[in-house]
């Protein structure tokens, strides 16, 4: 079992609509958590962070967070097609090191 | 700088040779970490300095591969005798300090040929 667990996509999803991106991870000793932007050939960019359970909105972003079910997950409303990248979820089991999944490929269509 | 600086951002590198990647994190960033993205896959743990001490080297793949911090300010990660399956993509993050966000550099894409 991967530490970190995505689906890789891509999710295709109208402009407008609603994007919804999942993650399960593996070590429960995780305390924060981190979701990461990536466009092709470009560095990950920082876009949410959470720390502890429920949703955290931030714009038109909306981190949750379930540690029972080691389950975190990111909700992009309205979604434009500027947001079409590869959203990466990273824990960190330990107090600093990030742990990264393979990315779910997001596509907005016009 | 504003943000992490890393350079150079490509390197084509003759299988054998070694290289030098260099990072400049944002200033007064405690935390430095190096990571690696091989194409299509998230970015992989190398390295992690707290100031200028290597606090974890656990990801390195090799005893090729060695990374220095040695004022606490700028990395550098060496790779000698480089082989195909080093091309990647190499990511440099730095924090304030451990627990708290990381920002990531452009990157230096290596190809060995």
């Known amino acids: 079992q991967k530490e970190v667990e995505q689906n890789s996509g891509p999710l295709s999803v109208p402009e407008g609509a609603i994007a919804s991106l999942n993650c399960t991870y593996s070590d429960r000793g995780s305390q924060s958590f981190f979701w990461y932007r990536q466009y092709s050939g470009k560095s990950p960019e920082l876009i949410m962070s959470?720390?502890?359970?429920g949703d955290k909105e931030d714009g038109r972003f909306t981190a949750q967070l379930n540690k029972a079910s080691q389950y975190v997950s990111l909700l992009i409303r309205d979604s434009q097609p500027s947001d079409s990248a590869t959203y990466l979820c990273a824990p960190t089991p330990g107090s600093y090191k990030l742990i990264f999944g393979s990315g779910t490929r997001l596509l907005v269509r016009p | 700088g504003a943000g992490v600086s890393q350079s150079p951002r490509y390197k084509v590198a003759k299988r054998g040779q070694d290289v030098a990647l260099r990072c400049d994190p944002i200033s007064g960033h405690v935390s430095l970490f190096w990571y690696q993205q091989a194409l299509g896959q998230g970015p992989e743990f190398l390295t992690y300095f707290q100031n200028e001490a290597q606090l974890d080297k656990s990801g390195l793949p090799s005893d090729r591969f060695f990374a220095e911090r040695p004022e606490g300010s700028v990395s550098t990660l060496k790779i000698q005798r480089t082989q195909q399956e080093d091309s990647a993509v190499y990511l440099c993050?730095?924090?304030?300090?451990?627990?708290?966000?990381?920002?990531f550099g452009q990157g230096t894409r290596l190809t060995v040929v």
């Open positions: 993050a730095s924090s304030f300090s451990g627990s708290t966000e990381a920002f």
């Open positions: 959470i720390y502890s359970n």
